[in-house]
């Protein structure tokens, strides 16, 4: 159990396209979804919590115009990449935690991980 | 920044045990331990977590010391697949900070 799913694996586009991200959990409901994004060599860094039903809360630093997220299931959060530059290429990867894991203690709630999305811009 | 410090890499033969530390000497009393893996190019992988007790699953044990300042990670049995970037985390679940993590290489 507590598979997340995020599509595409890898994608190449050019600069100045949109690109989206798709991130899933397959066997259980999330109301809170994760993105971060991790550059080579580095560890990983969130960008911002996805919330079903509400706006997401965008870490300091990381423009909300630019990287759109939408959380509009329990199942499912998309993060578009808009205007992509080469400095956006990077390893974005999805998490999302389980909302009846842990009942009321959210502290027990484990974020599970999606495989990430390699985002080359040329 | 994190609040957890691990060392930056370290080995362990094949077979033998893996011990992982990481100290969190700032935790707060209902913060959690979470001990993640991830192996190159790919999503982290969710390993144990703990509050207080020591505890143990098909993967790992983890060991938290009395005063929950500092824990260690066991792998029993090393095997190469176990060659990967270990991340401890502090926290509650959420707005997880990840550290550069300890790079675990088993050796043959």
């Known amino acids: 159990g507590a598979v997340v799913s995020q599509h595409p694996s890898w994608v190449i586009c050019k600069s100045g396209t949109s690109v989206k991200i798709e991130c899933r959990s397959l066997d259980f409901q999330a109301t809170t979804m994760f993105w971060y994004r991790q550059f080579p060599k580095q560890s990983l860094m969130l960008m911002a919590t996805s919330n079903e039903g509400s706006k997401a809360t965008y870490e300091q630093g990381v423009e909300k115009d630019k990287f759109l997220i939408n959380h509009a299931s329990l199942t499912l959060s998309t993060l578009t990449v808009t205007s992509a530059h080469p400095e956006d290429s990077s390893f974005y990867i999805c998490?999302?935690?389980?909302?009846?894991?842990?009942?009321?203690?959210?502290?027990?709630?484990?974020?599970?991980f999606g495989a990430g999305t390699r985002l080359s811009v040329l | 920044d994190a609040k957890t410090t691990q060392p930056t890499s370290m080995d362990c033969a094949e077979g033998r045990a893996a011990n992982l530390p990481c100290n969190h000497s700032?935790?707060?009393?209902?913060?959690?331990v979470y001990w993640y893996r991830q192996i190159h190019s790919q999503g982290p992988q969710y390993i144990i977590h703990g509050l207080k007790n020591n505890e143990t699953n098909e993967m790992a044990s983890l060991i938290i010391t009395e005063d929950r300042k500092s824990s260690t990670l066991i792998l029993p049995h090393a095997t190469l697949r176990d060659t990967a970037v270990y991340y401890c985390?502090?926290?509650?679940?959420?707005?997880?900070?990840f550290g550069p993590g300890t790079r675990l290489s088993v050796l043959p």
């Open positions: 985390i502090s926290g509650y679940g959420q707005n997880f900070v």
């Open positions: 998490s999302a935690r389980d909302r009846l894991a842990g009942g009321l203690l959210v502290a027990k709630n484990i974020q599970y």
């Open positions: 700032t935790i707060s009393g209902n913060e959690y």
